[in-house]
């Protein structure tokens, strides 16, 4: 039997020339921007998301703490232990902070109201949604270049 293979001459024998591999650079480029930005306003909405959280979690706590005490606290230490507030908002030093740590919490209150705010950390990283608050009557501002994207 004779055998079938067949020489290949090296003049036939190819790989990638430079314009296939300058494509397939074009077109990883092109891709990359495209999704980046993209990826990014993915990063700012659920870093914003967990603020938002963090605040309602607060909300909560004070709600069920005005409803046994009959006025509301700015003391964290109170919330979590008389209130339930969730063990996920954390604290480092006297700060309070949201569970992944991209808001400062801040409390004051009063017998009859209280208001919650979150300021994102560290600041600047997000200019458009500089911090948020929540009031106990259920009023929500932000402030930042577009304080309407906080809530």
């Known amino acids: 039997m004779a055998s079938t293979k067949r020489r290949v001459s090296p003049m036939r024998q190819r790989g990638l020339s430079l314009i296939e591999l300058m494509v397939v650079v074009a077109v990883i480029a092109i ?14 909405a659920v870093r914003r998301a967990d603020g938002r959280a963090a605040i ?26 008389r209130a339930a507030l969730d063990n996920e908002i954390r604290q480092v030093g006297s700060t309070y902070y ?18 919650i705010t979150g300021t994102r950390q560290p600041s600047g990283a997000d200019d458009e949604c500089t911090s948020m608050t929540l009031t106990s009557a259920g009023a929500k501002t932000g402030t930042g270049t577009k304080p309407e994207k906080c809530w």
């Open 31 to 44: 891709l990359g921007t495209i999704v980046l930005p993209t990826y990014d306003r993915y990063i700012t």
């Open 56 to 81: 309602t979690d607060v909300a909560l706590a004070q709600e069920r703490y005005i409803s046994v005490y009959q006025t509301y606290t700015d003391d964290f230490s109170e919330l979590k232990t």
């Open 98 to 115: 949201s569970p992944k740590q991209h808001y400062s919490l801040a409390v004051t209150a009063s017998t009859t109201a209280f208001t």
